[in-house]
Nanobody
Framework: QVQLVESGGGLVQPGGSLRLSCAAS????????IGWFRQAPGREREGCSF????????YYADSVKGRFTISRDNAKNTVYLQMNSLKPEDTAVYFC???????????????????????WGQGNQVTVSS
């Protein structure tokens, strides 16, 4: 059974940090480009960050560049999203997603459509509030 199991969300104050983890089972994570989407209340699901299975390149939405870092450990079949300098506007449900080797050709990673993904995690709430 294919599964992506997420952990690490929660409540944090502005300026704080969180690390999300996404563990894959039932398939080999290293064969997929993998990343995170997020969905804030009342908004559509949008691309946040991805890491390529082809060459390890990383991609970030403009809104998180310089603050978020994505990484993967193929031996553990796990991908991580380190989120620093968190802002209230980062509040959202974060979804781990695994898809084809190539990302769509978009101007901003935020525009990667959700239908790119073949597999989804269950979603993990991140709340940034004082």
């Amino acid at each position: 059974q294919v599964q992506l199991v997420e952990s690490g969300g929660g409540l944090v104050q502005p300026g704080g940090s969180l690390r999300l983890s996404c563990a894959a089972s039932g398939f080999t994570l290293g064969r997929h480009t993998i990343g995170w989407f997020r969905q804030a209340p009342g908004r559509e699901r949008e691309g946040c960050s991805f890491i390529s299975t082809i060459d390890g390149s990383t991609y970030y939405a403009d809104s998180v560049k310089g603050r978020f870092t994505i990484s993967r450990d193929n031996a553990k079949n796990t991908v991580y999203l380190q989120m620093n300098s968190l802002k209230p506007e980062d509040t959202a449900v974060y979804f781990c997603a695994a898809g084809p080797r190539h990302l769509p050709n978009v101007v901003n990673i935020q525009s990667v459509p959700p239908n790119w993904s073949d597999y989804w995690g269950q979603g993990n709430q991140v709340t940034v509030s004082s």
